[in-house]
């Protein structure tokens, strides 16, 4: 399934189904994107990246899509377990040298089903 | 060992007090952030230091003040608290501004 929903977007699957979180971002000129999970209670943690050079990366059961055309990240979690259950961001760097800041979007809640 | 660590991790304190958050990263990292969290999750950076030099305020009001001694430590004081800053804090820091940024575990601020 994929992220719907006009504030907090949420998705709810079942435990073994593949997960589809999408993110549009805002600047064409970002060139490095990065996945966040955050569980209940705690911060955002690093998921997986990839720059504007790669429409595809793949991690241990996570893949991000970019497609720079329509300015549109994806994460791909498959086999969704229980413990994916969390907000996940997607965030894109903006500014330039020292001024490098990363901007986030709105977060999608995963909810997986045992 | 925690890398970036923030304390204290819960804070309810009255209208018009004053506060600070503390934080701490062992990463070796140049660059430290703090961002707000609000009730609907969404994060928004306020600021960034890199080698104890402020590079990024977000339009913070001035009763914000973060303050780095050294690159290791970025602190956050508050004063005259108003009901709207309630929210969670975070720290975080990276190696260098734009790479990838790596946060503490969050100061749950609530003013009554």
């Known amino acids: 399934g994929e992220s719907v929903g006009l504030h907090l977007p949420t998705l709810s699957v079942q435990e073994g189904d593949n997960s589809i979180i999408n993110c549009a971002y805002s600047?064409?000129?970002?060139?490095?994107f990065i996945w966040y999970k955050q569980e209940s209670g705690k911060g955002p943690q690093f998921i997986i990246d990839?720059?504007?050079?790669?429409d595809k990366r793949q991690g241990q059961r996570v893949t991000v899509l970019l497609n720079k055309t329509v300015k549109h990240l994806s994460l791909q979690i498959a086999a969704t377990q229980p413990g994916d259950s969390a907000v996940y961001f997607c965030?894109?760097?903006?500014?330039?040298?020292?001024?490098?800041?990363?901007?986030f979007g709105k977060g999608t809640l995963l909810t997986v089903n045992p | 060992d925690t890398a970036v660590s923030q304390t204290p991790k819960y804070l309810v304190t009255q209208m018009g007090n004053d506060k600070s958050i503390k934080c701490e990263q062992n990463l070796g990292h140049d660059t430290m952030y703090w961002y707000k969290q609000d009730s609907k999750k969404f994060l928004k950076i306020m600021f960034s230091?890199?080698?104890?030099?402020?590079?990024i305020n977000e339009t913070v009001p001035n009763r914000f003040s973060p303050k780095s001694p050294d690159k290791a430590h970025l602190n956050l004081h508050i004063n005259s608290l108003e009901l709207g800053d309630s929210a969670v804090y975070f720290c975080?820091?990276?190696?260098?501004?734009?790479?990838?940024?790596?946060f503490g575990e969050g100061s749950w601020l609530t003013v009554v």
């Open positions: 975080a820091s990276s190696q260098v501004a734009g790479a990838t940024i790596y």
């Open positions: 600047n064409s000129a970002s060139d490095y």
């Open positions: 990839i720059r504007s050079n790669m």
């Open positions: 965030a894109e760097t903006t500014g330039g040298g020292s001024n490098y800041k990363l901007t």
């Open positions: 230091y890199n080698n104890k030099e402020l590079i």
